[in-house]
């Protein structure tokens, strides 16, 4: 009897939850179209990756726990910013990883800055970033960030 009454519970609660989502998620000013924030301070926001767009919850580090993650993790992965995740930006961010690909949770931001002369444009993939590094059309800058990355399905 107690496993039914567990069993009940949980699907209450799963469906507060799921009735919740909608007042639980708030659009942010200060953020751009594709990107919600979160009353505990995580967002949800598009990304390409591979030429695919995706949706991906994320939290920033503390500046003391980036660090430390950086640190530690050497398998950390890349999140391509056309500015700071926090500021609203013309152009999605782009992954370098997802779940079955090299995915770690854990993302340092990079900054990519185009050379004079270069029109700015987006990115689709982590290759076109190296590529367009290489031939000097843009500089990386990582940016000191770490943010704690889901991805949570294709976006639509």
């Given at each position: ?14 469906f ?5 989502k ?25 990304v ?109």
């Open positions: 009897m107690k496993k039914i009454g567990g069993i009940l519970t949980a699907l209450v609660l799963m507060i939850i799921a009735c919740d909608e007042s639980y998620l708030q659009e942010s000013s200060n953020l751009g179209s594709s990107q919600l924030t979160a009353r505990n301070g995580s967002m949800t926001m598009d390409y990756y591979d030429d695919e767009i995706f949706a991906v919850n994320m939290f920033e580090l503390s500046d003391d726990a980036a660090e430390k993650a950086l640190e530690h993790n050497k398998n950390i992965g890349e999140i391509y910013t056309y500015c700071d995740l926090d500021e609203e930006c013309d152009w999605l961010p782009i992954i370098d990883s997802v779940p079955g690909d090299g995915y770690n949770p854990l993302w340092q931001e990079v900054e990519i800055e185009f050379a004079d002369g270069v029109d700015p444009y987006q990115f689709t993939s982590d290759t076109e970033i190296e590529e367009a590094a290489e031939n000097g059309e843009i500089t990386l800058t990582d940016s000191g960030e770490v943010y704690r990355c889901a991805v949570v399905g294709h976006s639509h």
